[in-house]
């Protein structure tokens, strides 16, 4: 078992960033690979990014491929998501969540075992 809680999510303007945090307790962390998708109103909930048990490898959606970055640091037992050149088709809740497969790294929702309960984030144009 492991619990993960999002943070960072915020009102801000197009064009701007934003980091969200993930912090992971319970089970060891560095065993998961971590996810980041996110949910529109009225829309599916999308993959957003991907990272392996030891941040080495990474794979992203094209629509935030260049804008965001995902990263790890399994000291902290956290995952970050670096979010630059906001449009206002990224607002959306954020969602992190861990795989038990530690070399996963893709964006099938049932990959992931474990999930956060999301944070907000409004970018206005």
């Known amino acids: 078992q492991v619990q993960l809680v999002e943070s960072g999510g915020q009102l801000v303007q197009a064009g701007g960033s934003l980091r969200l945090s993930c912090a992971a307790s319970?089970?060891?962390?560095?065993?998961?690979?971590m996810g980041w998708f996110r949910q529109a109103p009225g829309k599916e909930r999308e993959f957003v990014a991907a990272i392996n048990w030891s941040g080495d490898s990474t794979y992203y959606a094209d629509s935030v491929k260049g804008r965001f970055t995902i990263s790890r640091d399994n000291a902290k037992n956290t995952m970050y998501l670096q979010m630059n050149s906001l449009k206002s088709e990224d607002t959306a809740v954020y969602y992190c969540?861990?795989?038990?497969?530690?070399?996963?790294?893709?964006?099938?929702?049932?990959?992931?075992?474990?999930w956060g309960q999301g944070t907000q984030v409004t970018v206005s144009s």
């Open positions: 969540a861990a795989s038990s497969s530690p070399l996963y790294v893709g964006p099938r929702v049932s990959q992931y075992t474990y």
């Open positions: 319970g089970r060891t962390f560095s065993r998961f690979a």
